[in-house]
DNA sequence: GTGAAAGCGCTAACAG
DNA sequence: CTGTTAGCGCTTTCAC
């Protein structure tokens, strides 16, 4: 790849302004302190030359780079099979732009690239870091905290090995499955089932916690696992409409599971939601909208997560010293509400 | 946001291996030119040290950054809904991992964001990037042509003003399309319709053309705009079907427009394959697997186009003077070949 | 083959 | 308020 073509530096500016160095770098960098005049000259000449500031001689001395890694762990598996990651990147995005720092974006596929990451991460080229840790035992997390980069997560990690501190932005999982669940009981539903997500996610063990405080000791073979793809939730609901053929509702722990739970009960002549009420999770609008019929599900708003999630890195709580407990000693996890959007299906 | 940790400089690692800064500096390159000996006592310092190199110092002298910018506009529409993006992202992601380097991250929405990306890309920061421009009239192109960065567009540009040496990846859409509207047509189909994407881009262009150059001057009543959603599918089926009803297949642009013509098939009682042949255009796994019934598709290698593009930049043709003919005078397109893939729906 | 020295472009004391 | 002066950590001639 070629070169990047030389620019103008500060140097270049100052003299067409007659400043010095200094001077044009404080006015670049805000120009505080600068006299007006002289601020215009050096605003004309930075003009006159297209000068861009040197990121690179600007990082060297300040040790700051105005960007941020974002980590995905696994994209082999549902990333970007829904549009989960995408609208939490988009969300980041904007938040980032929003503070001048660049995304660096990370992708994994297996145990060579965590190596990788952490090395990057420990090599200091970026002030924080956005990390999307999807299975309970995965070893990037510690990896991470170990690499001493700040740190948000996405989603509550499941490794709450009491050290406490942990960052992270998290949807009210639990309770936005209890809210579906009532829904669900008052609608006169008493024979509800749940499909679950993939149990070695928190998001999935929230809502099946969920969907257990208010089912209390109901029928266990009223739960069957599924894995948050569609083709899971086919095969959990199969399973249960034969384990169960008196069932009357499902909560499904996605969108993307409770279509494929709707195809089967479509399949097996099963009327939504006069039969059987059908209830989802994310309201995944490309998802929830599209189903037949349209999917009664329990929204989060997932790009304000990852607006959150910036946030938090770029301004948040005692960065200084990330892992740490903070002065009031609290694990540091902001849970954002979710709500019941109504359609067709419950 | 919290400064970086204070880690080892190149000197750190020197004095512990009892050499000059040169030499561990040739080692950590490499280690051309440096005797046996020496570079495993530098090795060991390294490891001990747990050293990694300063990238902003690296840069400064090198003007090189290793890092490699995708922007991606508009994501308000497409981007995220359907997986395309992201497959794309991590075909990226793995070439440019596998050479190093850096995957920086810019997503634009609207014009504001236009002059923010392309103020980035001529502030070299990165050595390179690539480039989804999605509308035919998007000023983003030009401005960026104007960085002078070397840059490698995803999918073929709709402003082909001559210039040539615009270096593009694309899938072979009007070949794909010529493909889907001839195996229909082996089925011993006639009324063969054609639901569009957005005629704005270049790839739904592109497959109108392609089923064009099989049907000659059929019925152009038998085309109908859509924009690649399920909605417009459902939108453009109905109408297709009012104007139409005698047609036997249909041809839609892109597998989620197919899946809202399939819903629209279904409520209006025509079976498929059997009344309506229907084929669908990207094979995107996520949704031509689970449409009702499967749907038979022409695929194509996304994840593929991502590598390439980045290949291209990496070590692309004559990089140095990007946007100039190449010696060869030709401009630089890449068109990756498409494959149908069989099953139920046609 | 190895070391010494000179910057890369910028910011941050410190003087003036 | 503005200019002068040191480096930031690294690569790269250039001598030895």
Redesign the interface.
């Known amino acids: 790849?070629?070169?990047?073509?030389?620019?103008p530096t500060l140097e270049a500016v100052a003299a067409r302004a007659g400043v010095s160095r200094a001077t044009v770098s404080r006015v670049v960098n805000g120009g505080d302190g600068v006299r007006e005049p002289l601020v215009e000259r050096v605003r004309r000449a930075v003009e006159e030359l297209?000068y861009?500031?040197?990121?690179?001689?600007r990082?060297?001395v300040t040790?700051?780079?105005d960007?941020v890694a974002?980590v995905i762990a696994e994209?082999e598996t549902r990333?970007?099979?829904?549009?989960f990651?995408?609208?939490q990147?988009?969300g980041i995005?904007?938040e980032l732009?929003a503070h001048d720092n660049?995304?660096?974006?990370?992708?994994t596929?297996g145990r060579d690239?965590h190596a990788?990451v952490a090395?990057?991460l420990?090599?200091?080229?970026v002030?924080?870091a956005l990390v999307f840790s999807l299975h309970l035992d995965d070893p990037l997390p510690g990896l991470i905290r170990g690499a001493?980069?700040?740190t948000v997560f996405g989603g509550r990690p499941g490794w709450s090995d009491g050290t406490g501190g942990v960052v992270y932005v998290d949807s009210d999982n639990r309770g936005g499955s209890r809210n579906a669940v009532r829904h669900l009981a008052g609608l006169g539903r008493r024979r509800i089932a749940h499909i679950t997500g993939a149990l070695d996610q928190t998001s999935a063990a929230d809502r099946l916690d969920g969907y257990r405080d208010v089912m209390g000791d109901a029928d266990p073979r009223l739960v069957e696992q599924g894995d948050f793809?569609?083709?899971g939730g086919e095969r959990a609901m199969r399973e249960l409409l034969d384990r169960c053929p008196d069932l009357d509702a499902v909560f499904a722990a996605n969108d993307?599971t409770a279509?494929?739970a709707l195809?089967v009960l479509r399949e097996r002549g099963r009327r939504v939601p006069e039969d059987v009420a059908v209830i989802g999770f994310d309201d995944m609008?490309?998802v929830a909208?599209?189903t037949?019929p349209p999917l009664t599900t329990i929204r989060q708003d997932i790009e304000e997560m990852g607006r959150l999630m910036a946030r938090l890195?770029?301004?948040?709580p005692d960065?200084?010293?990330?892992g740490e407990s903070t002065a009031a000693g609290a694990p540091t996890g902001v849970v954002l509400p979710t709500t019941l959007v109504r359609r067709a299906t419950a």
């Open positions: 790849m070629a070169e990047t073509a030389s620019r297209g861009v500031p040197n990121q690179a001689a990082s060297l040790k700051r780079h960007a974002v994209p990333v970007f099979a829904d549009p990651f995408g609208l990147l988009r995005s904007k732009t660049q995304l660096v974006l990370l992708l596929e690239d990788r090395r990057y420990a090599g200091g080229h002030d924080g001493g980069v700040p793809t569609p083709a993307l279509s494929g195809r609008l490309p909208e599209h037949d890195l770029l301004d948040g960065p200084r010293r990330h």
